[in-house]
Every structure is written in C-alpha cells, then in structure tokens.
C-alpha cells in the first residue's frame, strides 16, 4: 500500500496531500462527435417546418381552386296566394301577418254583395267605398287643406312685405317734400332780397328775374313732392284691404281659389264615401238570413305556415280570384344567391354546399338543387317566393345565373316573429370543378 507523501504548509506544518482532478482522455472526442448530430437535429427541425409551411400553402391554394365562396345570399321560401273564390264582401278577417296558422284553420269569411251595391244604390261610375279608400280620400283632403294654409301664409307673408314697402315709399316722399319746401324757401327768400336791392338799383334786372324763376320750379317741385306722397299713401290703403296691385299677389289669389274649389269638390266627395261606407256596413251588421247564411264562404288555410301578407280587411268588396292574402311555408326553405355565368360554370353541383348565416360561427352543409341562368326580366315576374333577390352592384349589366341550395332545418325556422328567417344573409362555399395542381406534374381535373 503506498501512502501519499505530506507537503509542507505554508505555516510550516506537515499535512495531508491533495490529489489533482483527474481528466478523461475521451471527452473532446465525444464533444467533437455530438455536435454534426446536434447540427442534424436542427436542420431536420427546420426542413420539417419548411415543409410544413409549404403544406399549409398548397392545401390553401387547392382549397381556393376547388371551393368557390358566395357572399350576399339570401334566406327565401315558398308562399301560396290565397285568392277569393268567388265575389263577395269580407265579413270576417283573421289573418295578420306574422300570425301562424293550421292547415284548415278559417282565414277569412265571405259573404253576400250588400243589398245596397247589388240593387245599384251606390253610384254606377264609382267603384264600391272601402274603409282604406275613404282613408286616402281623406288624405287627400288633408293635403289639400295643408296646401292651402302653406299658400295663405305666403300670401300674407307677400302682404305684410308689400305694405311695409309702400310706407317706406310715403315716409320718403315726406322727405321730399320737405326738402322741397326748405329750397323752395330759400329761393322765395333770396328772391325778395334781391328784389329789394333792385329798387335800390344795386342788382340788375336781369339777376331778379332768374331767382324769381327759380323760386318757381323750386314751388313746382313742392307741389310734385306732394303729388307722389298722395300716390304712394293711396297704394298703402288699398294693400291694407288687400286690394291686388301686383301680378304675383294675382297668381297667389288665382292658386287660393281654385285650392278652394278642390277642397270644396274633395270634401263632397269625402262625404258620399262615408255615406256609402255606413251604408256598406249598416249591410254586414244586419242579421243574415238563411240564404246568406249558406252563401256565406270560408277560406281556410292550405297547410301549416304564417300569414306572410294581407291586401284586405274586413268591410271590403273583392272579385274573382283577387289575392286576399299570401301564406309562408316553413318546410320549404331554401338559400339563393346570384352569380356570373363565370361562377356558375365553376359550381359542381354533386358537391355538398356550405352555408354560414350571418351572426352565426357554425356552418350548415346543404345540397345545389338547381343553377339556372336568368335575366333581369325574369327576376321582375311574379313568382310563388316570399322575396325577389337584389342584383349586387358588382354584377348589374353582366350575364346572370341564379344558383338555389337547399339548407336543412334551422333554429330560426321556428321562430314565428321573425318568418322564419326568410331574408336572412348567408354565404354559400360551393365545391369546384376546378383544375388543380398535382406533385407529379401537369394539371389535373378534379
């Protein structure tokens, strides 16, 4: 056993030895052959991302050639016209809009002409009176009645405005004639000096006779002063009695009268649809016979939906086939959208659609029921839809197609009040027939 030799220390004592670290012959070795891995590692990490990255873009760039989206489409459904099936006047109206109703549920009842319209009571040219026609005749009188005070306020504005300019044209005449008067005084005054001084023989002759002519225009211009200070006080009374002076005060009177004259006819006509509209009531309040009773008609509704719009009430005479309201139907939805011919050639219609209403995160899958190209006369038509769709500003003079995606059954569907979502915005991601790019080359078709 060898023992370790004492050192000496630095106070002069012996003490144990201190051995040295001891070094690995081998450790640069590994730290020179860990750092190609290390480096290996990083480069690897950074490939992957690349590549990655490169992923992200391609599928994005394959998802925008094999997707096409479709702003500004619109919640639309069917609704049916109910029309009158015979002539008769509405004695009952149920239906208001927005209410929902039940297949075979009475809508509205018609019954008999009154007695008072079918013997020829009522004036042959004038078509019978409704409660909404004697609305807008009185509307109309009302309007008339508004002219009319807009025009007697002008009129005295006009008034007021003349005469107050007329008084001015006397207050000044005043003026001048007092002017007048004092140079008419001073000429009078010079006049007689100078005479005095022609008696004395210091003037001559000739000096007094001009200042006595001028002393004489000077009293004529008094008089002219006066004369036109009569006139104008003359014009003032005869604008306080609203005596017309003036072509614009003529045409205001000419306006007032014949207003007068229409308020006058609209009045006595306002008055005769009154009477015949008592007349028509005083009719459906009367009890009905038995044969009213059976010629009575009722509407009913066709299925289940909500009164979508009325164009009668009760009280009003209808004929044949005219449309007395129009019924929603709930079950049958759909999302429409107009696009270009160019969009529309792009749209596989095999592909599922996907619709995001508007104010919704989450997305509904629906199926292309039809692409169809239509022009704008064919937007104009009447149809059996709730709403006709707008033309975006961007496609307005450019080839059309209307594109129809049946949606499933929504939340909104169920709620009455607001017509079951029909209006609503939505998008639509259409699937495309669009080339896209393949990793072995060329273009390919999907």
């Avoid at 008067?181 to 000096?193: G, H, Q």
């Avoid at 996907?354 to 039809?370: I, L, P, W």
């Avoid at 017509?419 to 990793?439: E, H, I, N, R």
């Amino acid at each position: 056993m060898v023992k370790a030799n004492p050192q000496p220390s630095t106070s002069g004592k012996v003490g144990p030895a201190v051995s040295a670290p001891r070094v690995d012959p081998e450790a640069p070795f590994l730290a020179t052959a860990s750092r190609p891995w290390r480096r290996f590692i990083v480069g690897g990490a950074c490939l992957s991302l690349g590549l990655l990255a490169v992923g992200i873009g391609a599928a994005s760039m394959a998802y925008r050639l094999t997707h096409l989206g479709v702003s500004g489409g619109l919640v639309n459904g069917r609704t049916v016209r109910i029309q009158a099936p015979v002539d008769g006047t509405i004695r009952d109206f149920y239906a208001r809009p927005g209410v929902q109703v039940k297949a075979g549920q009475v809508l509205t009842r018609l019954g008999p002409v009154p007695l008072a319209l079918s013997t020829g009571a009522a004036s042959p040219v004038r078509s019978p009176t409704t409660s909404t026609q004697l609305a807008s005749e009185q509307e109309t009188l009302d309007l008339l009645n508004q002219q009319l005070q807009e025009l007697e306020g002008q009129y005295q504005a006009l008034q007021s405005t003349t005469v107050t300019i007329a008084q001015e044209t006397v207050d000044q005449s005043s003026a001048a004639i007092e002017a007048a008067i004092a140079k008419a005084t001073a000429a009078r005054t010079k006049y007689e000096r100078f005479r005095s001084l022609l008696e004395a023989g210091a003037v001559s002759r000739q000096e007094v006779d001009e200042l006595e002519a001028a002393w004489k225009i000077a009293q004529a211009d008094v008089e002219q002063a006066q004369s036109q200070q009569a006139i104008a006080q003359v014009t003032v009374d005869a604008l306080v009695q609203q005596t017309p002076l003036q072509s614009t005060t003529e045409d205001l009177q000419s306006r007032r009268r014949q207003l007068l004259q229409a308020i006058q006819a609209q009045t006595a006509r306002l008055n005769l649809s009154e009477s015949e509209l008592q007349t028509v009531q005083a009719q459906l309040e009367q009890p009905l016979t038995a044969v009213d009773k059976q010629a009575i008609v009722p509407i009913a509704a066709p299925f289940d939906g909500i009164v979508y719009s009325t164009q009668h009430d009760a009280g009003e005479q209808v004929d044949r086939s005219a449309v007395l309201l129009s019924l929603l139907d709930c079950n049958d939805l759909w999302v429409e959208a107009l696009v270009s011919i160019e969009q529309a050639n792009r749209i596989n219609a095999a592909k599922p659609v996907r619709v995001q209403f508007a104010g919704q995160t989450k997305t509904a899958v629906g199926t292309v029921e039809f692409v169809n190209p239509v022009s704008v006369g064919d937007l104009t038509k009447a149809r059996a839809e709730a709403i006709l769709p707008a033309i975006p500003a961007k496609l307005v003079n450019r080839p059309l197609a209307r594109v129809r995606v049946r949606m499933p059954p929504t939340e909104v569907q169920n709620q009455t009040h607001q017509f079951c979502g029909v209006g609503q915005s939505a998008k639509l991601t259409f699937g495309t027939q669009s080339l896209v790019p393949t990793w072995l080359g060329g273009l390919m078709p999907l």
